[in-house]
């Protein structure tokens, strides 16, 4: 059973810095993607930052030059770090995985999702 597990969420002013974690546990054999998503009450969830294997890293128009996605590998984790926070990012943050793994004899990409971790910006 693979499973994403967020951790760095918090309350934190305006112009601050938070380091989101997310590790993946259960048997993978390969990472297509890993992104942050986040969601506000009674909208869409939306991309933040992805860091696609083999491709580059993009960002979200409002988020481009304050967030930073980064992945290790070698320990199935992804990071976003967050700097210079503003209110508006508020929201509920999704760590978000594509996955090689096995189905029977073959292997096949799988999606999952973490929990989810609550940023509160104050100003």
């Known amino acids: 059973q693979v499973q994403l597990v967020e951790s760095g969420g918090g309350l934190v002013q305006s112009g601050g810095s938070l380091r989101l974690s997310c590790a993946v546990s259960?048997?993978?054999?390969?990472?297509?993607?890993m992104g942050w998503y986040r969601q506000v009450p009674g909208k869409h969830r939306e991309l933040v930052a992805g860091?696609?294997?083999?491709?580059?890293?993009d960002y979200a128009d409002s988020v481009r030059g304050r967030f930073t996605i980064s992945r290790d590998d070698a320990k199935n984790t992804v990071y976003l770090k967050m700097d210079n926070l503003k209110p508006e990012d508020t929201a509920v943050y999704y760590c978000?995985?594509?996955?090689?793994?096995?189905?029977?004899?073959?292997?096949?990409?799988?999606?999952?999702w973490g929990q989810g971790t609550q940023v509160t910006v104050s100003s």
């Open positions: 259960g048997d993978i054999f390969g990472i297509n993607f």
């Open positions: 978000y995985g594509n996955f090689r793994v096995r189905s029977g004899l073959a292997f096949k990409p799988e999606a999952y």
């Open positions: 860091a696609p294997s083999g491709g580059t890293t």
